[in-house]
Antibody, heavy 123, light 113 residues
């Protein structure tokens, strides 16, 4: 059974750093892309960035480029999303999601979602 | 970025009746080399993560009830629920994966009338 299990909820202050995780199981972790998707309170879904764990190749949405960093450790089948200096506007639920690979660096639709990590940034 | 626009924003339908949600893309998402539309539909129930329903615009994901169907091509797409059940109350999102960044529609909230 494919599973994406995310780390637990976080409460942080503005300016603090944070790294959240997403562990894949039940499939070959290195052969599928992992994306991060933000959902601000009461709002819709925003795709942030994607990584291919096999070679750590990344692509970022222009809206999130420079604001976050994604990484992966294929030895433990885990992807990460990190912030160096959080803002109150980073408050939201963050989902990891799996994209099957296409050809030539393509990827297809999201087929599995993690359970979400709630990040609250407040002074 | 490709902008995805859904209509309506919210919808109330009686149990057993048909529900129709539309999604329009600002650029074609039909890839000419394989004749596939790079569009998916996801369902998000309250307090839950989203769940994939449909991909390639009309292919139902395994385990999804056959009352859910997708149609359309190019820039105009539709998700239809043929006979609404109580468990279908959710927000529905279309998603294009034709180009980076992946983008979603704003969501359509479906309720029981």
């Amino acid at each position: 059974e494919v599973q994406l299990v995310q780390s637990g909820a976080e409460v942080k202050k503005p300016g603090e750093s944070l790294k959240i995780s997403c562990k894949g199981s039940g499939y070959s972790f290195t052969n599928y892309w992992i994306a991060w998707v933000r959902q601000m309170p009461g709002k819709g879904l925003e795709w942030m960035a994607i990584i291919y764990p096999s070679d750590s190749g990344t692509k970022y949405s222009p809206s999130f480029q420079g604001q976050v960093t994604i990484s992966a450790d294929k030895s433990i089948s885990t992807a990460y999303l990190q912030w160096s200096s959080l803002k109150a506007s980073d408050t939201g639920t963050y989902y990891c999601a799996r994209h099957p690979p296409g050809v030539s660096g393509q990827y297809f639709n999201i087929d599995y979602w993690g359970q979400g990590t709630l990040v609250t940034v407040s002074s | 970025d490709i902008v995805m626009t859904q209509s309506p924003d919210s919808l109330a339908v009686s149990l057993g009746e048909r529900a129709t949600i539309n999604c329009k893309s600002s650029h074609t998402i039909l890839y000419s080399s394989n004749n596939k539309n790079y569009l998916a539909w996801h369902q998000q129930k309250p307090g839950q993560p989203p769940r994939l329903l449909i991909y390639w615009a009309s292919t139902r994901e395994s385990g999804v009830p056959d009352r859910f169907s997708g149609s359309g091509s190019g820039t105009n797409f539709t998700l239809t629920i043929s006979s609404l059940q109580a468990e279908d109350v959710a927000v529905y999102y279309c998603q294009q994966y034709y180009s980076t960044p992946v983008t979603f529609g704003q969501g359509t909230r479906l309720e029981i009338k």
